[in-house]
């Protein structure tokens, strides 16, 4: 494998839509285009609540899209994210989000995003955006999805590749654990905090790599 290839991001749209060929799916497949011309190796995949999601594990982003329907988000990924193994396999994973429906922005915003966000605490989100129907013809509000994950996603990449720095706690709690676990304690948490996009260890992010691992 080449090394552009090896670099590729690898993502999967996970979305939901009781309509065939309905406004949902519309823009899952502009979104799809349009990250697969960036370079991006993509995929979609309609969610069933009881579905076996442990295939994300070979995603670096995750895209969670879904109509609104009576006051909920669309039902399916609702009870993968409830009742099935999707939020177990999310864990970790890059996050961008965005629900179809017919509120204003400000009223979704409240009323419909925390019923995903609710099960993604521990998740890096890049971007979550509410289409409302009266927008979805116009193609720029797409457009400016997919930039915003693109930016967000490789911002996540630079601090990858950059020094995490360690706040003065971190470094100080690092120094009193017993010298032979320091190391591996160290790539850890280093290794944690590109993950999620974090641009410091502290102790708070110590603690919920700690929750992670289950140590
Ligand atoms: C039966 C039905 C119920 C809906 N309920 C809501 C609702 O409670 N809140 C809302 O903001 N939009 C609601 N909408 C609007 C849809 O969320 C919106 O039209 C969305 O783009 C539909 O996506 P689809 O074409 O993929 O089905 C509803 C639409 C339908 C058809």
Redesign the pocket.
């Known amino acids: 494998m080449s090394s552009s290839q090896e670099n590729k991001m690898k993502a999967v749209i996970l979305y939901d839509?009781?309509?065939k060929s309905?406004?949902?799916?519309?823009i899952i497949d502009t979104i799809g285009l349009q990250l697969a011309e960036s370079g991006a190796y993509v995929e979609k995949v309609k969610c069933k609540a009881l579905a076996d999601y442990s295939f994300i594990k070979d995603f670096d982003l995750v895209i969670l899209g879904?109509?609104?329907?009576?006051?909920?988000v669309?039902s399916q990924l609702l009870g993968a994210l409830n009742y099935g193994n999707l939020k177990k396999n999310l864990k970790r994973k890059k996050i961008a989000m965005f629900?179809?429906?017919?509120?204003p922005e400000a009223?979704?915003a409240v009323?419909?995003l925390p019923q995903l966000k609710i099960h993604l605490v521990r998740n890096k989100i890049l971007v979550e955006k509410i289409?409302?129907?009266n927008v979805?013809s116009e193609n720029t509000f797409i457009d400016s999805f997919v930039l915003d994950v693109l930016h967000e996603y490789n911002k996540t990449l630079k601090s990858r590749t950059g020094s995490v720095k360690w706040t003065v706690e971190a470094q100080e709690w690092l120094e009193s654990v017993p010298s032979f676990l320091q190391s591996k304690i160290k790539t850890g948490a280093e290794e944690y905090a590109s993950e999620m996009g974090y641009k410091e260890i502290t102790c708070e992010m110590l603690e919920e790599a700690k929750g992670e691992f289950g140590g």
């Open positions: 839509s009781r309509t309905g406004s949902t799916e519309a879904a109509p609104v329907y009576y006051f909920l669309s629900l179809t429906c017919g509120s009223m979704a009323l419909y289409f409302p129907s979805l």
